[in-house]
């Protein structure tokens, strides 16, 4: 293998680092950290990807998440093919988008009809903004090590949950950003229920991971999981179950179906788009 330095990948990302912040357009992608330039990728076929340089790879990755056919599957790759010789974008209605909308229907336990966006964060901030004027409430509850997307609301640090609202865990989103925004820790009944009995009236969502993925794929207890529903229930706050990973992947109706678990909304992205950029939000129709 050429030294590092004189790779293709190396040369690559120089000309990326003038013109990206990084050299990439996602900071998981960033190599600042890891030292070195990242191997620049040119095919990806099934589980085998291959950098400019001629490198092959088994990829744990799978693009983080969608594809769960691995890469350029054919049919995959025919689906696409056939749709883009038609037109990519109409910006206006087409049947495929009802077809597939009602796939999600078919098999989402919670939504029985969804709105389909670009990608995961646009998804979870929807939702926010639906459940905030379902309920006409400001506040929401994430809990720490949860991920849902970069919007801003969600880019919170912990703080200490109870006596204060989140603080921004980013530079650039303003101070009311993530106002009303309570960081709370997972599986704490305790830290819940002092939340609510304080701040339930104004709390719009909950929004949750069932098994939060982020921080290791952390199955949550059922009785957690139920003290929540009955907590959100009682106070007229939505729950949000983020299946932006799980939806579809873990089972066909995500954690929701595999577990029976009741939620208000819900939220998906990835594995929806089998690796092009769609997700999408729903609920029951009563909430729109
Ligand atoms: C649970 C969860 N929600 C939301 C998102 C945001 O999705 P996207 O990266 O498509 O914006 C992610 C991304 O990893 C996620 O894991």
Redesign the pocket.
């Known amino acids: 293998m050429k030294p590092a330095t004189t790779t293709r990948s190396a040369e690559l990302y120089r000309r990326a680092c003038k013109v990206m912040p990084g050299g990439v357009s996602s900071p998981v992608r960033a190599y600042r950290s890891v030292g070195g330039a990242p191997p620049f990728l040119a095919d990806a076929q099934g589980c085998r990807v291959t950098d400019e340089d001629g490198n092959q790879y088994l990829d744990f990755i799978n693009s983080?998440?969608p594809l769960i056919l691995g890469h350029s599957h054919p049919a995959v790759v025919a689906a696409i093919q056939a749709a883009a010789a038609k037109g990519t974008s109409y910006g206006a209605p087409c049947r495929a988008e009802t077809e597939l909308a009602e796939k999600v229907v078919a098999l989402s336990p919670v939504a029985d009809r969804v709105r389909f966006v670009n990608?995961?964060?646009?998804?979870?901030m929807s939702a926010l903004r639906l459940a905030r004027a379902a309920t006409g409430r400001d506040g929401f509850v994430k809990f720490d090590g949860?991920?849902?997307?970069?919007g801003d609301a969600f880019l919170v640090k912990a703080g200490s949950g109870l006596a204060t609202f989140g603080e921004s865990s980013s530079l650039g989103v303003r101070a009311d950003g993530s106002r009303g925004t309570g960081g709370l820790p997972l599986d704490d009944e305790a830290a819940l229920e002092a939340w609510f009995a304080e701040r339930g009236a104004e709390t719009a969502a909950v929004f949750v991971?069932g098994i939060p993925?982020?921080c290791g794929f952390l199955p949550q207890r059922r009785a957690w999981m139920d003290k929540l529903r009955a907590v959100t229930r009682e106070h007229g706050t939505l729950l949000v179950v983020?299946?932006?990973?799980t939806g579809f992947r873990l089972g066909p109706g995500g954690y929701c179906g595999r577990e029976d678990y009741d939620a208000d909304l819900v939220?998906y992205?990835?594995v929806i788009g089998g690796g092009l950029?769609v997700?999408a939000y729903g609920g029951r129709s009563e909430w729109g």
């Open positions: 983080w998440g990608s995961g964060t646009e998804a979870t949860c991920y849902h997307g970069h991971e993925a982020n983020d299946e932006v990973i939220t992205g990835k950029p997700g």
